[in-house]
C-alpha cells in the first residue's frame, strides 16, 4: 500500500508560519467539507470505518495523532506531528485515529459532503466491500 504525504507549502517570515490549501493544487480533488477534532480525550480511537466513495486530506495543525491505514490486505501505522504535510486517504480504505496528544488537534479536507450512507462501519462489512471476503 502506498502511503501519500503531499508535503505543504510553508510561508513563514519572522512573524511565523502560514499554510495555504487550495484544491486541486495542494489539495488532490475539490473540497467540499472541512471538519476537526480536538479535545479528544486520552485513550480514545476515532474514525473506525472506512468511506466508499469519499476522499480526504488529513494535517495534523497542532500536536501529533497517530494514523491506522487498512487497505484490507495490507495494515500502515502512519504519525502526523506537524502542521505542514498532509496525509491522503482515499476511499475503500479502513482509518483509526489513536494517540492524540494533548490539545491535538485533526484538520480533515473531504471531498463530499456529509453522507451517513458513505460510512462503511463494520469491519467485515468493509472486507466484503473491497473484496476480501466473501
Ligand atoms: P464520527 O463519524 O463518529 O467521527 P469519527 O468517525 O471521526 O470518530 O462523527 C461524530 C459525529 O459528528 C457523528 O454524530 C456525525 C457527526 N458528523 C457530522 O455531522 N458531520 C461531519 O462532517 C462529520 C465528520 C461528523
Not at 95 to 104: D, L, Y
Request: with cysteine; aromatic share 14%.
Amino acid at each position: 500500500m502506498e502511503i501519500k504525504k503531499y508535503p505543504l507549502q510553508q510561508h513563514g517570515d519572522s512573524r511565523g508560519h502560514l499554510v495555504a490549501l487550495e484544491e486541486k493544487v495542494d489539495v488532490p480533488f475539490e473540497i467540499k467539507r472541512v471538519y476537526y477534532m480536538f479535545d479528544t480525550k486520552s485513550g480514545v480511537i476515532r474514525g473506525m470505518h472506512a468511506h466508499k466513495s469519499l476522499e480526504q486530506l488529513l494535517v495534523c495543525v497542532h500536536g501529533s495523532v497517530k494514523i491506522l491505514l487498512d487497505d484490507g490486505t495490507e495494515k500502515r501505522t502512519v504519525f502526523l506531528d506537524n502542521p505542514y504535510e498532509g496525509l491522503y486517504v482515499s476511499n475503500n480504505m479502513w482509518r483509526e485515529m489513536s494517540e492524540f496528544s494533548e490539545g491535538a488537534v485533526l484538520m480533515v479536507f473531504a471531498s463530499k459532503y456529509y453522507d451517513e450512507n458513505d460510512y462503511i462501519r463494520d469491519y467485515d462489512e468493509f472486507l466484503r466491500f473491497v473484496g476480501k471476503k466473501f
